[in-house]
């Protein structure tokens, strides 16, 4: 009966990232959630209390998920640049992994009637980023990165890889790229992690 329980739930959770990318959180309604994942109402009230609920906790465990990487990442015994170079593909695997998740995350949360969502799980998000910034702050302790702004730094790794999701064009302006495309998507991948990596190198290493 637990499994059942468990499974369910998780049915919930799967229903609604899938209806959540294909009409956005406004487009999705709770009623359309169960049907699709053979629930009923009153279950998505019982394990989410609302949509919103069911959203912030699809949130929580992809941003979780992230922080279980990155705290493996933090543990392993090698250099500073090869934890941030290691964070890089982490980030970008994640990321375009799941193109439609990433767009619709990112636009929900960006929109200003939104607050209270990203309130919810700013926390979670918030902690991702501290264990980011410890690779960058061991780096500059240790000697091997020059005195940088840690959190610049993610904003210009994140920041990248959500503008290649968002607006592919920017990189690649043949007019039939296509990320849902596995070849072009791997094509994708692979240049902004080697990008990335050359950009990471050159500013934090190369002295000043």
Do not use: W
């Amino acid at each position: 009966m637990k499994t059942e329980k468990i499974d369910k739930r998780q049915a919930i959770l799967d229903a609604a990232e899938k209806l959540f990318c294909e009409t956005g959180y406004e487009g999705t309604s709770t009623r359309q959630i169960a049907k699709e994942s053979g629930a009923n109402m009153a279950m998505i009230n019982y394990y989410f209390g609302s949509k919103e609920g069911v959203f912030v906790e699809i949130m929580n465990n992809r941003i979780e998920g992230f922080a279980s990487q990155l705290r493996i990442i933090n543990e392993d015994k090698i250099s500073s640049l090869e934890k941030l170079h290691k964070v890089i593909e982490g980030y970008a695997n994640r990321i375009l992994a799941n193109v439609a998740f990433h767009k619709m995350m990112h636009r929900e949360l960006s929109l200003t009637q939104r607050p209270e969502m990203y309130d919810k799980i700013k926390d979670a998000m918030g902690l991702n980023m501290q264990l980011i910034d410890r690779i960058i702050n061991e780096g500059i302790e240790n000697g091997s990165f020059n005195k940088v702004d840690g959190r610049m730094v993610i904003a210009t790794i994140m920041g990248t890889i959500t503008n290649i999701v968002i607006s592919p064009n920017k990189v690649m302006p043949c007019s039939n790229f296509d990320l849902n495309n596995p070849k072009d998507k791997k094509m994708i991948k692979e240049r902004a992690i080697a990008h990335l990596k050359d950009l990471t190198t050159v500013y934090l290493t190369t002295k000043k």
